[in-house]
């Protein structure tokens, strides 16, 4: 009975070692891939504070997801005291307005041999809302990357939003396309990846995810001495330099139905106390 009970407990010890181990591996490498992004305490602080200074919206807690530019999770964070103080599901569309941030921006390097963006062009989420409905020349966009269904559900549920998160380290794609997306632009305007904010409206999103990415210090893309802006729909349509990719309200009602039409194209629908995007921190050279 005793030797049987030392098997068991041996065998328990084992296990865990190897899965401390394998934890520990799957850290080490996602230190590599994510080397040049903000860690999860970072992003944890940044949201926490995000989520203070933001008014509009519900005012609920959020979830927020850092990728780099291969599209690979490096972060999620939630703001609340535990993992159900959010909306469960806004765990993976944090995660899929970040993949859909970083997989339609572009940096300056996209221009070569008369072909590309010489300035970069930057993509909000809320920016292919418009485009993306019936009719729009976007259309279908939000079916064509789809969610890893591994990723996004596997592992444990205790590990969700901790720096152990099961999606960290793999690619989780998915596109969406209403507000909560933001690519990030390091210093010289070079794009490093997306931050992806949900948990409240998409219009809350938005704003929450904009004042992320201002904590952290990764929204360079204002003129910089010889260097011109990184351009935006915000900022080509609706005469917003300082905010290139900030989220427009231009939807007018169609007489025919539907979700109206955008004079930019780009437009994003109005939310429930929507408020407070005209009042986001400008983006730094």
């Known amino acids: 009975m005793f030797s049987k009970q030392l098997s068991r407990a041996a065998l328990v010890a084992v296990t865990v070692i190897l899965f401390v181990s394998t934890i520990a591996a799957h850290a080490d490498d996602n230190n590599r891939e994510c080397k040049d992004l903000p860690s999860f305490s970072a992003l944890k ?8 200074a933001e008014s509009s919206g519900l005012n609920n807690q959020m979830w927020a997801t850092l990728v780099n530019h291969d599209g690979v999770v490096c972060a999620v964070a939630f703001s609340g005291v535990n993992r159900g103080a959010q909306w469960p599901g806004s765990r993976v ?12 921006g572009l ?3 996209s221009s070569s041999n008369g072909s590309g963006q010489p300035d970069g062009l930057a993509l909000s989420t809320a920016n292919l809302y418009s485009a993306t409905q019936p009719g729009g020349s976007l259309f279908g966009l939000q079916f064509s990357n789809p969610v890893d269904t591994n990723v996004a559900y596997g ?15 793999n690619k989780i794609g998915g596109v969406n396309v209403f507000g909560g997306g933001l690519g990030l632009y390091a210093s010289g305007h070079k794009i490093i990846g997306g931050v992806g904010v949900s948990g409240d409206t998409s219009c809350a999103d938005h704003n929450i995810a904009w004042r992320v990415r201002n904590i952290l210090g990764f929204d360079h893309m204002a003129a910089n001495g010889s260097q011109p802006a990184v351009p935006g729909p915000a900022s080509l349509f609706a005469g917003d330099a300082t905010h290139p990719d900030n ?3 231009d939807i007018n009602p169609n007489p025919e139905g539907g979700t109206g039409n955008s004079a930019s194209g780009f437009g994003h629908s109005s939310c429930l106390n929507a408020s407070g995007s005209n009042n986001l921190p400008a983006v730094r050279p």
């Open 45 to 52: 602080s940044a949201l926490v504070q995000a989520v203070a």
């Open 107 to 109: 940096d300056p390097t």
């Open 247 to 249: 989220i427009i309200f």
């Open 155 to 169: 592992g444990q549920s205790f590990l969700h939003g901790t720096s152990f998160d099961p999606m960290v380290g």
């Open 93 to 104: 569309i944090s995660a899929q307005k970040a993949n859909t941030a970083n997989a339609f």
